[in-house]
Protein backbone atom coordinates (compact mmCIF):
# COMPACT_ATOMS: atom_id res chain seq x y z
CA UNK A 1 0.00 0.00 0.00
CA UNK A 2 1.10 3.46 -0.55
CA UNK A 3 2.96 5.36 1.94
CA UNK A 4 2.07 9.18 3.01
CA UNK A 5 4.39 10.55 0.79
CA UNK A 6 3.30 8.42 -2.18
CA UNK A 7 -0.28 9.60 -0.88
CA UNK A 8 0.31 12.97 -0.68
CA UNK A 9 2.23 13.18 -4.52
CA UNK A 10 -0.68 11.42 -5.55
CA UNK A 11 -3.18 13.58 -4.21
CA UNK A 12 -1.06 16.79 -5.35
CA UNK A 13 -0.62 15.54 -8.94
CA UNK A 14 -4.72 14.23 -9.15
CA UNK A 15 -5.83 17.85 -8.42
CA UNK A 16 -3.17 19.66 -10.51
CA UNK A 17 -4.71 17.32 -13.38
CA UNK A 18 -8.53 18.37 -12.63
CA UNK A 19 -7.02 21.86 -12.01
CA UNK A 20 -5.70 22.30 -15.79
CA UNK A 21 -9.37 21.55 -17.35
CA UNK A 22 -11.21 23.68 -14.55
CA UNK A 23 -8.48 26.23 -15.73
CA UNK A 24 -8.87 26.20 -18.92
CA UNK A 25 -12.78 26.01 -18.93
CA UNK A 26 -12.83 29.21 -16.34
CA UNK A 27 -10.97 31.07 -18.79
CA UNK A 28 -12.56 29.42 -21.60
CA UNK A 29 -9.56 28.12 -23.32
CA UNK A 30 -10.95 24.75 -23.50
CA UNK A 31 -11.48 24.13 -27.04
CA UNK A 32 -9.15 25.94 -28.49
CA UNK A 33 -6.25 23.62 -26.54
CA UNK A 34 -8.88 20.91 -27.02
CA UNK A 35 -6.73 18.00 -26.81
CA UNK A 36 -4.33 18.77 -24.30
CA UNK A 37 -7.30 19.15 -21.73
CA UNK A 38 -8.12 15.72 -23.31
CA UNK A 39 -5.01 14.72 -22.05
CA UNK A 40 -4.90 16.06 -18.71
CA UNK A 41 -8.59 14.95 -17.95
CA UNK A 42 -7.66 11.21 -19.13
CA UNK A 43 -4.51 11.63 -16.73
CA UNK A 44 -7.12 12.39 -13.74
CA UNK A 45 -9.46 8.89 -14.66
CA UNK A 46 -6.04 6.89 -14.61
CA UNK A 47 -4.55 8.70 -11.04
CA UNK A 48 -8.13 7.19 -9.49
CA UNK A 49 -8.32 4.37 -11.82
CA UNK A 50 -4.77 3.56 -10.23
CA UNK A 51 -5.60 3.81 -6.72
CA UNK A 52 -8.84 2.25 -6.96
CA UNK A 53 -6.55 -1.04 -8.21
CA UNK A 54 -4.25 -0.38 -6.12
CA UNK A 55 -5.81 -0.40 -3.15
CA UNK A 56 -7.96 -3.49 -3.83
CA UNK A 57 -5.54 -5.21 -5.30
CA UNK A 58 -2.17 -4.10 -4.42
CA UNK A 59 1.27 -2.94 -5.57
CA UNK A 60 2.78 -6.45 -6.62
CA UNK A 61 -0.50 -8.00 -8.28
CA UNK A 62 -0.91 -8.52 -12.03
CA UNK A 63 -4.01 -6.66 -11.84
CA UNK A 64 -2.46 -3.36 -10.77
CA UNK A 65 1.09 -3.96 -13.41
CA UNK A 66 -1.38 -4.91 -16.55
CA UNK A 67 -3.37 -1.58 -15.97
CA UNK A 68 -0.25 0.35 -15.12
CA UNK A 69 1.71 -0.37 -18.13
CA UNK A 70 -1.61 -0.54 -20.27
CA UNK A 71 -2.37 2.85 -18.86
CA UNK A 72 0.82 4.69 -19.74
CA UNK A 73 0.95 3.59 -23.22
CA UNK A 74 -2.17 5.24 -23.48
CA UNK A 75 -1.00 8.74 -21.32
CA UNK A 76 1.92 8.68 -23.86
CA UNK A 77 0.15 8.10 -27.13
CA UNK A 78 -2.68 11.03 -25.65
CA UNK A 79 0.59 13.37 -24.44
CA UNK A 80 2.19 12.73 -28.14
CA UNK A 81 -1.44 14.14 -29.76
CA UNK A 82 -0.94 16.86 -27.71
CA UNK A 83 2.09 17.96 -28.38
CA UNK A 84 0.93 17.75 -32.08
CA UNK A 85 -2.04 19.98 -31.54
CA UNK A 86 0.81 22.40 -30.23
CA UNK A 87 2.29 21.94 -33.61
CA UNK A 88 -1.09 22.69 -35.37
CA UNK A 89 -1.27 26.10 -32.94
CA UNK A 90 2.25 27.20 -34.42
CA UNK A 91 2.18 26.96 -37.80
CA UNK A 92 -1.64 27.46 -38.03
CA UNK A 93 -0.85 30.34 -40.25
CA UNK A 94 0.65 28.06 -42.61
CA UNK A 95 -2.23 25.61 -43.51
CA UNK A 96 -0.04 22.56 -42.67
CA UNK A 97 -2.86 20.84 -40.31
CA UNK A 98 -3.20 18.18 -43.21
CA UNK A 99 0.69 17.09 -43.70
CA UNK A 100 1.18 17.47 -39.60
CA UNK A 101 -1.71 14.59 -39.16
CA UNK A 102 -0.65 12.68 -41.82
CA UNK A 103 2.76 12.97 -40.50
CA UNK A 104 1.98 11.97 -36.64
CA UNK A 105 -0.18 9.10 -38.13
CA UNK A 106 2.97 8.00 -39.95
CA UNK A 107 4.97 8.36 -37.17
CA UNK A 108 2.67 7.35 -34.52
CA UNK A 109 2.71 3.97 -37.09
CA UNK A 110 6.11 3.80 -37.41
CA UNK A 111 7.14 3.88 -34.07
CA UNK A 112 4.49 1.13 -32.73
CA UNK A 113 5.99 -1.21 -35.64
CA UNK A 114 9.42 -0.73 -34.08
CA UNK A 115 8.24 -1.50 -30.76
CA UNK A 116 6.20 -4.62 -32.20
CA UNK A 117 9.66 -5.97 -33.47
CA UNK A 118 11.84 -5.63 -30.15
CA UNK A 119 9.49 -7.63 -28.46
CA UNK A 120 8.92 -9.99 -31.36
CA UNK A 121 12.51 -10.40 -31.24
CA UNK A 122 12.82 -10.96 -27.40
CA UNK A 123 11.90 -14.00 -25.29
CA UNK A 124 9.02 -11.77 -23.01
CA UNK A 125 6.35 -11.41 -26.32
CA UNK A 126 3.73 -9.75 -23.91
CA UNK A 127 1.23 -7.11 -24.77
CA UNK A 128 2.76 -5.48 -21.39
CA UNK A 129 6.20 -5.45 -22.58
CA UNK A 130 4.75 -4.40 -26.02
CA UNK A 131 2.65 -1.38 -23.73
CA UNK A 132 5.89 -0.67 -22.08
CA UNK A 133 8.30 -0.42 -25.45
CA UNK A 134 5.31 1.72 -27.41
CA UNK A 135 5.48 4.05 -24.20
CA UNK A 136 8.89 4.56 -23.88
CA UNK A 137 9.74 5.10 -27.58
CA UNK A 138 6.84 7.52 -27.72
CA UNK A 139 8.27 9.48 -25.20
CA UNK A 140 12.05 9.90 -26.99
CA UNK A 141 10.01 10.50 -29.91
CA UNK A 142 8.14 13.48 -27.93
CA UNK A 143 11.29 14.87 -26.74
CA UNK A 144 12.91 15.13 -29.96
CA UNK A 145 9.60 16.36 -31.53
CA UNK A 146 9.07 19.34 -28.36
CA UNK A 147 13.00 20.56 -29.02
CA UNK A 148 12.36 20.78 -33.20
CA UNK A 149 8.98 22.52 -32.42
CA UNK A 150 10.90 25.19 -29.45
CA UNK A 151 13.34 25.41 -32.44
CA UNK A 152 10.54 26.58 -34.56
CA UNK A 153 9.09 28.89 -31.86
CA UNK A 154 12.20 30.71 -32.16
CA UNK A 155 12.72 30.39 -36.12
CA UNK A 156 9.57 31.83 -36.61
CA UNK A 157 9.75 34.42 -34.05
CA UNK A 158 6.29 33.09 -32.18
CA UNK A 159 5.15 35.58 -29.85
CA UNK A 160 1.72 34.24 -27.90
CA UNK A 161 2.93 34.17 -24.56
CA UNK A 162 0.71 31.20 -23.28
CA UNK A 163 1.36 28.99 -26.12
CA UNK A 164 5.20 29.34 -25.58
CA UNK A 165 4.89 28.68 -22.03
CA UNK A 166 3.35 25.61 -22.90
CA UNK A 167 5.66 24.18 -25.18
CA UNK A 168 8.24 25.17 -22.77
CA UNK A 169 6.60 23.08 -20.09
CA UNK A 170 6.18 20.09 -21.79
CA UNK A 171 10.35 20.58 -22.75
CA UNK A 172 11.31 20.86 -19.10
CA UNK A 173 8.77 17.99 -18.49
CA UNK A 174 10.14 15.69 -20.79
CA UNK A 175 13.73 17.04 -19.67
CA UNK A 176 13.58 16.23 -16.22
CA UNK A 177 12.15 12.75 -17.02
CA UNK A 178 14.88 12.20 -19.85
CA UNK A 179 17.91 13.43 -17.23
CA UNK A 180 15.67 10.92 -14.36
CA UNK A 181 16.06 7.95 -15.79
CA UNK A 182 19.68 8.57 -17.19
CA UNK A 183 20.62 9.03 -13.55
CA UNK A 184 18.84 6.48 -11.99
CA UNK A 185 20.58 3.94 -14.30
CA UNK A 186 24.46 5.97 -13.77
CA UNK A 187 23.48 5.76 -9.78
CA UNK A 188 21.39 2.83 -8.92
CA UNK A 189 22.60 2.52 -5.15
CA UNK A 190 21.05 6.56 -4.81
CA UNK A 191 16.89 4.13 -4.92
CA UNK A 192 16.08 5.84 -1.99
CA UNK A 193 16.41 9.23 -3.51
CA UNK A 194 15.03 8.36 -6.91
CA UNK A 195 11.99 7.31 -4.62
CA UNK A 196 10.91 10.79 -3.71
CA UNK A 197 11.65 12.51 -6.46
CA UNK A 198 10.21 10.24 -9.32
CA UNK A 199 6.97 10.77 -8.25
CA UNK A 200 7.22 14.50 -7.87
CA UNK A 201 8.16 15.09 -11.40
CA UNK A 202 4.96 14.04 -12.77
CA UNK A 203 3.51 17.03 -10.53
CA UNK A 204 5.76 19.55 -13.22
CA UNK A 205 3.60 19.57 -16.35
CA UNK A 206 0.36 19.54 -14.83
CA UNK A 207 1.67 22.58 -12.51
CA UNK A 208 2.76 24.56 -15.26
CA UNK A 209 -0.04 24.17 -17.52
CA UNK A 210 -2.69 25.32 -15.01
CA UNK A 211 -0.46 28.62 -14.01
CA UNK A 212 -0.16 29.18 -18.23
CA UNK A 213 -3.85 28.95 -17.86
CA UNK A 214 -4.93 30.87 -15.09
CA UNK A 215 -2.44 33.20 -15.00
CA UNK A 216 -1.51 34.39 -18.27
CA UNK A 217 -4.24 35.81 -20.76
CA UNK A 218 -4.38 34.46 -24.12
CA UNK A 219 -3.43 37.91 -25.96
CA UNK A 220 -0.68 38.07 -23.89
CA UNK A 221 2.48 38.91 -26.09
CA UNK A 222 5.87 38.32 -26.21
CA UNK A 223 8.34 40.93 -27.78
CA UNK A 224 9.78 39.04 -30.71
CA UNK A 225 13.14 40.16 -29.59
CA UNK A 226 13.41 38.48 -26.36
CA UNK A 227 13.08 35.26 -28.42
CA UNK A 228 15.55 35.70 -30.60
CA UNK A 229 19.26 34.93 -29.67
CA UNK A 230 21.68 38.27 -29.13
CA UNK A 231 24.69 37.82 -31.40
CA UNK A 232 27.92 38.73 -29.39
Known sequence: MLGPFECF????????EAGVVVCAVRTRSFRRYFLLNVYMGLSFLVSVGRY???RHFGVDSLEYAYF??????LLTIGLYFALLS???LVFDE???ERYLRLGAFLLL???AWFSYEIVNQSTHRMLTHFAFELSQNLYFVGLVLTYVLWGAIFKLRESRTRLIQLVLALGIYFSAFAANYALRNLYPNLQPVWHFVTPLLGCILPAAWMFAFLQVPEEARLVPARLA???R
Open 94 to 96: MKA
Open 68 to 73: YFYSDA
Open 229 to 231: VVP
Open 9 to 16: VWLLCTLL
Open 109 to 111: GAT
Open 86 to 88: LYS
Open 52 to 54: QVL
